[in-house]
Protein backbone atom coordinates (compact mmCIF):
# COMPACT_ATOMS: atom_id res chain seq x y z
CA UNK A 1 0.00 0.00 0.00
CA UNK A 2 2.61 2.74 1.06
CA UNK A 3 4.29 1.98 -2.05
CA UNK A 4 1.30 1.79 -3.98
CA UNK A 5 0.90 5.52 -2.73
CA UNK A 6 4.44 6.38 -3.00
CA UNK A 7 3.80 5.54 -7.14
CA UNK A 8 1.13 7.50 -7.36
CA UNK A 9 2.34 10.48 -6.05
CA UNK A 10 5.49 10.48 -7.90
CA UNK A 11 3.33 10.53 -11.10
CA UNK A 12 0.83 13.06 -9.97
CA UNK A 13 4.23 15.37 -9.11
CA UNK A 14 5.40 14.46 -12.37
CA UNK A 15 2.08 15.10 -14.49
CA UNK A 16 1.45 19.03 -12.34
CA UNK A 17 4.77 20.76 -13.34
CA UNK A 18 3.86 20.11 -17.60
CA UNK A 19 0.38 20.36 -16.27
CA UNK A 20 0.91 23.78 -14.66
CA UNK A 21 2.51 25.11 -17.81
CA UNK A 22 -0.18 24.29 -20.25
CA UNK A 23 -2.65 26.30 -17.60
CA UNK A 24 -1.13 29.07 -17.14
CA UNK A 25 0.88 29.50 -20.65
CA UNK A 26 -1.76 28.15 -22.39
CA UNK A 27 -4.86 27.33 -21.38
CA UNK A 28 -5.56 30.81 -19.49
CA UNK A 29 -4.33 32.74 -22.91
CA UNK A 30 -6.85 30.99 -24.77
CA UNK A 31 -9.62 31.44 -22.51
CA UNK A 32 -8.84 35.14 -22.72
CA UNK A 33 -8.26 35.25 -26.26
CA UNK A 34 -11.92 33.99 -26.73
CA UNK A 35 -13.80 35.90 -24.10
CA UNK A 36 -11.91 39.02 -25.94
CA UNK A 37 -13.36 38.36 -29.47
CA UNK A 38 -17.13 37.93 -28.08
CA UNK A 39 -16.47 41.85 -27.11
CA UNK A 40 -16.69 45.12 -29.27
CA UNK A 41 -13.24 46.79 -28.48
CA UNK A 42 -13.34 50.41 -27.76
CA UNK A 43 -9.91 51.67 -28.31
CA UNK A 44 -7.95 48.66 -25.97
CA UNK A 45 -10.30 48.81 -23.60
CA UNK A 46 -13.08 45.65 -24.56
CA UNK A 47 -16.60 46.47 -23.16
CA UNK A 48 -19.27 43.99 -21.28
CA UNK A 49 -21.72 42.78 -23.49
CA UNK A 50 -20.31 39.75 -25.26
CA UNK A 51 -21.64 39.45 -29.48
CA UNK A 52 -20.58 37.99 -32.07
CA UNK A 53 -20.37 41.19 -34.43
CA UNK A 54 -16.67 40.45 -34.45
CA UNK A 55 -16.46 37.21 -35.89
CA UNK A 56 -19.93 38.56 -38.25
CA UNK A 57 -17.56 41.57 -39.50
CA UNK A 58 -14.67 39.29 -40.33
CA UNK A 59 -16.78 36.91 -42.56
CA UNK A 60 -18.61 39.13 -44.49
CA UNK A 61 -16.13 41.66 -45.66
CA UNK A 62 -14.56 40.55 -48.73
CA UNK A 63 -11.44 42.08 -47.51
CA UNK A 64 -11.02 39.52 -44.33
CA UNK A 65 -12.40 36.63 -45.98
CA UNK A 66 -9.49 37.06 -49.01
CA UNK A 67 -6.87 37.53 -46.16
CA UNK A 68 -8.69 34.09 -44.92
CA UNK A 69 -8.73 32.68 -47.58
CA UNK A 70 -4.88 33.32 -48.48
CA UNK A 71 -4.03 31.86 -44.84
CA UNK A 72 -5.41 28.52 -46.44
CA UNK A 73 -3.99 28.58 -49.90
CA UNK A 74 -0.50 29.52 -48.18
CA UNK A 75 -1.02 26.96 -45.53
CA UNK A 76 -1.95 23.88 -48.59
CA UNK A 77 0.70 24.91 -50.85
CA UNK A 78 3.09 24.88 -47.77
CA UNK A 79 2.03 21.44 -47.12
CA UNK A 80 2.27 19.97 -50.54
CA UNK A 81 5.62 21.77 -51.68
CA UNK A 82 6.93 20.42 -48.11
CA UNK A 83 5.44 16.68 -49.00
CA UNK A 84 6.88 16.80 -52.75
CA UNK A 85 10.28 17.67 -51.70
CA UNK A 86 10.51 16.30 -48.25
CA UNK A 87 9.75 12.38 -49.65
CA UNK A 88 12.30 11.59 -52.28
CA UNK A 89 15.19 13.46 -50.28
CA UNK A 90 13.87 11.60 -46.62
CA UNK A 91 13.81 8.29 -48.95
CA UNK A 92 17.25 8.80 -50.23
CA UNK A 93 18.68 9.65 -46.82
CA UNK A 94 16.71 6.29 -45.07
CA UNK A 95 18.20 3.62 -47.92
CA UNK A 96 21.58 4.97 -48.64
CA UNK A 97 24.24 3.42 -47.36
CA UNK A 98 26.93 6.16 -47.92
CA UNK A 99 29.51 6.62 -45.20
CA UNK A 100 27.99 10.52 -45.33
CA UNK A 101 24.82 9.53 -44.45
CA UNK A 102 25.15 11.52 -41.50
CA UNK A 103 26.44 14.38 -43.00
CA UNK A 104 23.92 14.66 -45.08
CA UNK A 105 20.61 14.24 -42.45
CA UNK A 106 22.53 17.27 -40.78
CA UNK A 107 22.54 19.25 -43.95
CA UNK A 108 18.86 18.69 -44.71
CA UNK A 109 17.74 19.69 -41.08
CA UNK A 110 20.46 23.20 -41.50
CA UNK A 111 17.79 25.33 -42.44
CA UNK A 112 16.62 24.73 -38.48
CA UNK A 113 19.54 26.00 -37.66
CA UNK A 114 19.23 29.74 -38.90
CA UNK A 115 17.02 32.57 -37.35
CA UNK A 116 13.72 32.44 -39.72
CA UNK A 117 14.78 36.29 -40.14
CA UNK A 118 18.17 35.43 -41.73
CA UNK A 119 16.19 32.65 -43.97
CA UNK A 120 13.64 34.75 -45.43
CA UNK A 121 15.85 37.91 -46.08
CA UNK A 122 18.08 35.58 -48.13
CA UNK A 123 14.27 34.67 -50.35
CA UNK A 124 14.03 38.42 -49.94
CA UNK A 125 17.66 38.93 -51.78
CA UNK A 126 17.37 36.23 -54.58
CA UNK A 127 13.84 37.30 -55.60
CA UNK A 128 13.33 40.93 -55.74
CA UNK A 129 13.53 42.74 -58.91
CA UNK A 130 17.11 43.23 -58.82
CA UNK A 131 17.77 40.01 -56.68
CA UNK A 132 20.29 36.88 -57.78
CA UNK A 133 17.01 35.28 -59.54
CA UNK A 134 16.10 38.09 -62.07
CA UNK A 135 20.05 38.89 -62.62
CA UNK A 136 20.60 35.22 -63.49
CA UNK A 137 17.67 35.19 -65.57
CA UNK A 138 18.49 38.09 -67.37
CA UNK A 139 22.56 37.53 -68.29
CA UNK A 140 21.35 34.29 -69.98
CA UNK A 141 18.68 35.79 -72.28
CA UNK A 142 15.22 34.04 -70.78
CA UNK A 143 13.82 37.60 -69.89
CA UNK A 144 14.06 40.92 -71.10
CA UNK A 145 12.74 43.10 -68.12
CA UNK A 146 12.79 42.09 -64.57
CA UNK A 147 10.14 39.51 -63.37
CA UNK A 148 7.69 41.40 -59.78
CA UNK A 149 8.55 38.50 -57.98
CA UNK A 150 7.60 40.48 -54.56
CA UNK A 151 5.53 40.75 -52.57
CA UNK A 152 3.17 37.33 -53.64
CA UNK A 153 1.74 34.63 -52.94
CA UNK A 154 3.55 32.02 -53.88
CA UNK A 155 7.31 34.24 -52.54
CA UNK A 156 5.62 33.58 -49.36
CA UNK A 157 4.76 29.73 -50.01
CA UNK A 158 8.40 29.37 -51.51
CA UNK A 159 10.03 31.15 -48.26
CA UNK A 160 8.09 29.09 -45.74
CA UNK A 161 8.32 25.61 -47.53
CA UNK A 162 11.85 26.31 -47.53
CA UNK A 163 11.97 26.45 -43.55
CA UNK A 164 9.66 24.01 -43.08
CA UNK A 165 11.01 21.25 -44.97
CA UNK A 166 13.17 19.35 -41.96
CA UNK A 167 10.05 18.43 -40.39
CA UNK A 168 8.71 16.85 -43.68
CA UNK A 169 11.60 15.01 -43.49
CA UNK A 170 11.80 14.06 -40.40
CA UNK A 171 8.55 12.68 -40.46
CA UNK A 172 8.49 11.28 -43.24
CA UNK A 173 12.21 9.50 -42.45
CA UNK A 174 10.41 8.11 -39.26
CA UNK A 175 7.63 6.24 -41.49
CA UNK A 176 10.23 5.29 -43.57
CA UNK A 177 12.37 3.53 -40.90
CA UNK A 178 9.81 1.47 -39.73
CA UNK A 179 9.26 -0.22 -43.66
CA UNK A 180 11.07 -3.01 -44.13
CA UNK A 181 13.27 -3.05 -47.85
CA UNK A 182 12.46 -6.35 -48.08
CA UNK A 183 8.99 -6.10 -48.98
CA UNK A 184 10.07 -3.65 -51.35
CA UNK A 185 12.06 -6.70 -53.05
CA UNK A 186 9.04 -9.32 -52.59
CA UNK A 187 7.18 -6.79 -54.81
CA UNK A 188 10.10 -6.46 -57.44
CA UNK A 189 10.47 -10.10 -57.24
CA UNK A 190 7.07 -10.79 -58.65
CA UNK A 191 6.96 -8.78 -61.10
CA UNK A 192 6.00 -5.21 -60.19
CA UNK A 193 8.35 -2.64 -61.40
CA UNK A 194 10.10 0.38 -59.20
CA UNK A 195 6.98 3.06 -59.96
CA UNK A 196 4.04 0.48 -59.12
CA UNK A 197 6.11 -0.98 -56.11
CA UNK A 198 6.22 2.52 -54.71
CA UNK A 199 2.62 3.24 -55.22
CA UNK A 200 1.05 0.15 -53.60
CA UNK A 201 3.75 -0.50 -51.53
CA UNK A 202 5.94 2.12 -50.10
CA UNK A 203 4.03 5.14 -50.29
CA UNK A 204 0.79 3.45 -48.49
CA UNK A 205 2.75 2.31 -45.64
CA UNK A 206 4.51 5.56 -45.25
CA UNK A 207 1.53 7.86 -45.76
CA UNK A 208 1.09 8.41 -41.48
CA UNK A 209 4.65 10.07 -42.51
CA UNK A 210 3.33 11.98 -45.09
CA UNK A 211 0.17 13.32 -43.57
CA UNK A 212 2.37 14.07 -40.13
CA UNK A 213 4.60 16.25 -42.23
CA UNK A 214 1.58 17.81 -43.97
CA UNK A 215 -0.34 18.76 -40.70
CA UNK A 216 2.59 20.39 -39.38
CA UNK A 217 3.81 22.15 -42.64
CA UNK A 218 -0.06 23.57 -42.86
CA UNK A 219 -0.79 24.34 -39.49
CA UNK A 220 2.46 26.52 -38.69
CA UNK A 221 2.57 28.04 -41.92
CA UNK A 222 -1.11 29.66 -41.73
CA UNK A 223 -0.30 30.63 -38.64
CA UNK A 224 3.91 32.38 -39.68
CA UNK A 225 4.03 36.12 -39.37
CA UNK A 226 7.53 36.89 -40.46
CA UNK A 227 7.78 36.05 -43.72
CA UNK A 228 4.40 36.95 -44.45
CA UNK A 229 5.24 40.53 -43.41
CA UNK A 230 8.47 40.51 -45.26
CA UNK A 231 7.61 38.55 -48.33
CA UNK A 232 4.49 39.17 -48.30
CA UNK A 233 4.07 42.91 -47.37
CA UNK A 234 0.84 44.70 -47.12
CA UNK A 235 -0.47 43.53 -50.32
CA UNK A 236 -0.46 40.23 -49.47
CA UNK A 237 -1.85 40.28 -45.74
CA UNK A 238 -2.43 36.25 -44.21
CA UNK A 239 -4.00 36.25 -40.67
CA UNK A 240 -1.32 36.01 -38.66
CA UNK A 241 -0.25 40.13 -39.68
CA UNK A 242 -3.96 40.48 -39.51
CA UNK A 243 -3.87 39.72 -36.02
CA UNK A 244 -0.64 42.29 -35.88
CA UNK A 245 -2.48 44.96 -37.34
CA UNK A 246 -5.49 45.16 -35.50
CA UNK A 247 -3.77 44.80 -31.97
CA UNK A 248 -0.91 47.00 -32.53
CA UNK A 249 -1.93 49.55 -35.40
CA UNK A 250 -6.15 49.38 -35.60
CA UNK A 251 -5.78 48.75 -31.23
CA UNK A 252 -8.88 46.64 -31.80
CA UNK A 253 -8.32 43.68 -29.50
CA UNK A 254 -12.02 42.35 -30.23
CA UNK A 255 -11.29 41.84 -34.08
CA UNK A 256 -7.80 40.75 -33.44
CA UNK A 257 -8.87 38.06 -30.88
CA UNK A 258 -11.71 36.75 -33.34
CA UNK A 259 -9.20 36.59 -36.02
CA UNK A 260 -7.33 34.70 -33.75
CA UNK A 261 -10.31 32.48 -32.51
CA UNK A 262 -10.90 31.41 -36.47
CA UNK A 263 -6.79 30.93 -37.32
CA UNK A 264 -6.65 28.69 -33.56
CA UNK A 265 -9.98 26.64 -34.81
CA UNK A 266 -8.65 25.87 -37.87
CA UNK A 267 -5.49 24.33 -36.79
CA UNK A 268 -7.74 22.38 -34.17
CA UNK A 269 -10.57 21.44 -37.28
CA UNK A 270 -7.55 20.21 -39.42
CA UNK A 271 -6.25 17.97 -36.45
CA UNK A 272 -9.51 16.49 -35.92
CA UNK A 273 -10.40 16.02 -39.54
CA UNK A 274 -6.46 14.31 -39.49
CA UNK A 275 -7.20 12.27 -36.35
CA UNK A 276 -10.61 10.94 -38.16
CA UNK A 277 -9.14 9.79 -41.17
CA UNK A 278 -5.61 8.15 -39.79
CA UNK A 279 -8.28 6.31 -37.51
CA UNK A 280 -10.36 4.98 -40.56
CA UNK A 281 -7.41 4.26 -42.73
CA UNK A 282 -5.82 1.82 -39.86
CA UNK A 283 -9.28 0.55 -39.16
CA UNK A 284 -9.63 -0.34 -42.99
CA UNK A 285 -9.35 -3.93 -43.71
CA UNK A 286 -6.25 -4.78 -45.40
Known sequence: MGSSLRGR?????MVAGPAFFLIVFFAVPTGYLFSSSVLIAEGMFPQEEPT????RLLLSSALYRGVILRSFVVGLGVGTLVVLLSYPLAYFLVRTSSRWKGVLIALSLSPLLASVIVRT???YVILNQDGALNNA???IGVIEQPLRLLPSTPAIIVGLAHALMPYGVLSIMSALNAVNPALERAAMSLGATRTRTFLTVTLPL???????????????????????????????ETMATMIRNFMLALLDWGLGS??????????????????LLG???????T
Not at 52 to 55: E, H, I
Open 9 to 13: LATAL
Open 52 to 55: LDNF
Open 121 to 123: YGW
Open 137 to 139: LLA
Open 206 to 236: TWPGVAGGFILAFSISIGAYATPAILGGPAQ
Open 258 to 275: AMGVILLASSLLLLVIAQ
Open 279 to 285: GRRSAAP
